[in-house]
């Protein structure tokens, strides 16, 4: 059974370029969940999505921060523009329901110059 | 954003020993999750817990779900230089943005052959 996939896996662009991330969650797994990961810390969630429909973004930051998973399979967030601050790994999880265990992507590895 | 007390915070030892960490927390939670992180990787889960007082394995990894449900163990056992790398615990409330998966800031391991 393949993983959850992302896409880049590294990226690099100057600030106040607007960036986009991909992730294709395991096959069947119908909750998918986007973390930020600063160094030496653990991931927090940005956003989680039910199928299609975002069911915690609380803390996304709306203004310049934006994701969609139109089909319900696989999802894309974006940034723009980006700040220096906002260099960090992001990362992909998807679990068969909320409460299940949750599978990570490899992450993108994200750098703001 | 909240996240768990984990200790320790690094940890230097030699192959062969036993290690152990932990993690608290202020709040109850349902379930608690133990993942490790290899540099450049995503998070892999190797030990979910999910009843008060449970106690599982994963080969050398135990892993205990403590009575008060404030906090959870994780040891491996006769460490190889394979173990390194940064653990992380997680819990998890209830339903709702409750259910998300909260993270520890993890410990890193290194272990000298």
């Known amino acids: 059974e393949a993983g959850v996939v992302q896409s880049p896996r590294y990226k690099i662009i100057e600030k106040k370029q607007p960036v986009a991330f991909w992730c294709n969650p395991i096959s069947g797994h119908n909750t998918l969940y986007w973390y930020l990961q600063n160094l030496g810390q653990g991931p927090e969630l940005l956003i989680r999505?039910?199928?299609?429909?975002?069911?915690?973004d609380s803390q996304l930051p709306k203004d310049r921060f934006s994701a969609e998973r139109l089909k319900g399979v696989d999802s894309t967030l974006k940034i723009q523009p980006a700040e220096l601050g906002d260099s960090a790994v992001y990362l992909c999880?998807?679990?068969?329901?909320?409460?299940?265990?949750?599978?990570f992507g490899p992450g993108t590895r994200l750098t703001v110059l | 954003g909240q996240q768990l007390n984990q200790s320790p915070q690094s940890m230097f030892i030699q192959e062969g020993e036993d290690v152990s960490m932990n993690c608290t927390s202020s709040?109850?939670?349902?379930?608690w999750l133990w993942y490790k992180q290899d540099p450049g990787e995503g998070p892999v889960l190797l030990i979910a817990?999910?009843?008060?007082?449970e106690l599982t394995s994963n080969g050398r990894l135990t892993a205990q779900f403590g009575i008060t449900r404030k906090d959870s163990f994780l040891n491996i056992s006769a460490s190889i230089p394979s173990d390194v790398g940064i653990y992380f615990c997680a819990g998890q409330a209830q339903g709702g943005s409750q259910g998300n998966l909260i993270f520890g800031k993890g410990t890193k391991l290194s272990v000298k052959p």
């Open positions: 709040s109850i939670f349902n379930t």
């Open positions: 999505y039910e199928n299609e429909e975002a069911v915690d």
């Open positions: 999880a998807s679990s068969s329901g909320q409460g299940n265990e949750q599978f």
């Open positions: 817990l999910y009843k008060a007082g």
